[in-house]
């Protein structure tokens, strides 16, 4: 294999897991392959190891379960968030509200912690129910990002109020990657606490709401059933 | 029942004993066929084998000539063995009789 273009076949192959990593560029060296026809054969191999991964349901759940309807539920969310905003303040600063508009200012606080808690809750969930296929829930929650940033037609607002949701989805997202499964006591409280803060807009389509918030009692089950298996385990010690 | 490359893998593997791994059994089984082997088929099977059992593998220490790459190794596990056996006996049962098969004296029977 000639050393110019070794470095691309080690790029393709940093897509796979690292132990095999290292046995397919060991490999390579070995039989001293074509260029080529190596990173064939490593691109080969990551779209095989993709595709194995879509045979199981987790993928399915977090790019369309989870990320499409997610980011589209969300953006609305951030809109009607950025429009009470809007009119709670209009130009001026928060000292100089008046105190029939101060009234309102609960609910907006309320439906900014909602927004912030199924943000987070989706990600989470998006980070933890597929992490291999991370990329796909990503591009899935980008296109109707995309899309509607295209098509935005409020012209008071910035369109950039659509995104409002991405810094806590974001973070989820990486809370998610790293931790899998959030611990039964933080998961319950997260989601009464946005079952509680959607109380006020029940009025609005239930099952928008019940979109918005199955992600957060999603965590509860998988909490559930993490202490189920814990529990089986420390009694099997017994 | 095995699939006509999982047998071909399991019986390279076999064949090759201790020094069973990635790069030999690719080797032996495009010597023995005359058929390209990839990289993709090859530890894709390696995996599906290895979660039905048949094959057990575990990484080597890195070597030198690999470029200090770890080799992984592999090794027939004995239920890799019935299923092995299994699929040659089916596929000479069903072979008898047919044109193409060369009795042991070299002739067709």
């Keep these: ?238 | 029942m095995l699939g006509e490359f999982e047998y071909l893998l399991i019986t390279a593997a076999a064949g090759l004993g201790d020094k069973a791994y990635g790069a030999a059994i690719r080797e032996e089984i495009e010597v023995t066929t005359g058929r390209r082997c990839s990289i993709g088929a090859l530890y894709t099977t390696i995996d599906r084998l290895e979660t039905k059992g048949l094959l057990k593998t575990w990484m080597s220490d890195a070597t030198p000539q690999r470029g200090g790459r770890a080799k992984r190794m592999v090794r027939v596990t004995p239920k890799g063995v019935q299923a092995a056996k299994d699929f040659y006996d089916a596929v000479t049962r069903v072979s008898r009789g047919a044109s193409w098969v060369v009795n042991r004296t070299g002739r067709a029977l």
């Excluded at chain 1, 209009?90 to 606080?109: A, K, M, S």
């Excluded at chain 1, 909602?114 to 597929?130: D, E, K, P, R, Y």
């Excluded at chain 1, 998610?176 to 039964?184: S, T, W």
């Excluded at chain 1, 807009?201 to 559930?224: M, Q």
């Design chain 1, 1 to 238: 294999m000639t050393s110019t273009h070794w470095p691309l076949v080690e790029v393709a192959a940093r897509l796979l897991e690292r132990h095999e990593r290292e046995a397919v560029l060991g490999d390579l060296l070995e039989t001293g392959e074509g260029a080529w026809r190596g990173l064939l054969d490593v691109l080969g191999l990551v779209v095989r190891r993709q595709l194995s991964l879509w045979k199981n349901w987790r993928p399915w759940l977090a790019a369309l379960g989870l990320a499409l309807p997610g980011s589209l539920l969300l953006m609305g969310t951030s809109v009607c968030l950025s429009l009470t905003y809007q009119r709670l303040l209009g130009p001026r600063f928060l000292d100089l509200i008046p105190l029939t508009q101060q009234d309102e200012l609960l609910p907006w606080l309320s439906q900014l912690l909602l927004l912030i808690g199924c943000s987070w809750a989706s990600g989470f969930a998006v980070g933890s129910v597929s992490r291999r296929t991370l990329w796909v829930s990503i591009v899935s929650s980008c296109l109707p990002c995309l899309f509607c940033l295209a098509r935005f037609r409020v012209e008071s607002l910035s369109r950039f109020c659509l995104l409002l949701f991405l810094a806590p989805a974001i973070w989820g997202v990486s809370q998610g990657v790293r931790v899998i499964r959030i611990k039964l006591g933080p998961s319950i409280i997260l989601a009464v606490s946005v079952t509680v803060l959607m109380l006020p807009t029940w009025a609005s389509p239930r099952i928008y709401n019940l979109a918005l918030i199955w992600p957060a009692w999603y965590l509860v089950v998988t909490a559930l059933g993490d202490g189920r298996k814990v529990e089986r385990s420390c009694n099997g010690m017994r």
